[in-house]
């Protein structure tokens, strides 16, 4: 029996992944979003927000207020599970490679993460 075949028609969800962004002002919506998330969530979310590369980020701490998934800080060769919220950490982006996310330090000026 395939995948597809035990989860119903529709709803084989292997490969799925959701990805978002915000800038510093979208903390609300950011909280708003994993607020209405379902409790058994079958794909990972991984959550870039701008920051200034020196500023420390909380959002891994203000997001995990708002939800029973697990939230966590994106490490690198971090293996990207269903049911987690993964937070990109200030002065990085990811890049996601098959379901592996790899941290690249940004020396460029401006706002990191980003979305692209």
């Not at 989860?7 to 978002?20: A, W």
């Not at 979003?33 to 891994?60: G, T, W």
């Not at 002065?91 to 706002?111: C, I, R, Y």
């Amino acid at each position: 029996m395939s995948s597809s075949e035990a989860n119903g028609p529709g709803e084989d969800r292997r490969g799925f992944l959701v990805v978002t962004g915000s800038s510093a002002g979208g903390i609300d919506a950011l909280m708003s979003f994993v607020r209405n998330l379902p409790d058994r969530l079958p794909m990972p979310i991984v959550v870039a927000q701008h920051l200034a590369p020196q500023h420390e980020s909380r959002l891994k701490e203000i997001l995990a207020q708002y939800t029973p998934l697990r939230v966590e800080t994106i490490v690198d060769e971090a293996v990207l599970q269903a049911g987690h919220i993964y937070i990109v950490p200030p002065n990085h982006d990811v890049e996601l490679v098959d379901s592996h996310a790899v941290t690249k330090l940004q020396a460029k000026k401006g706002p990191k993460p980003s979305i692209d």
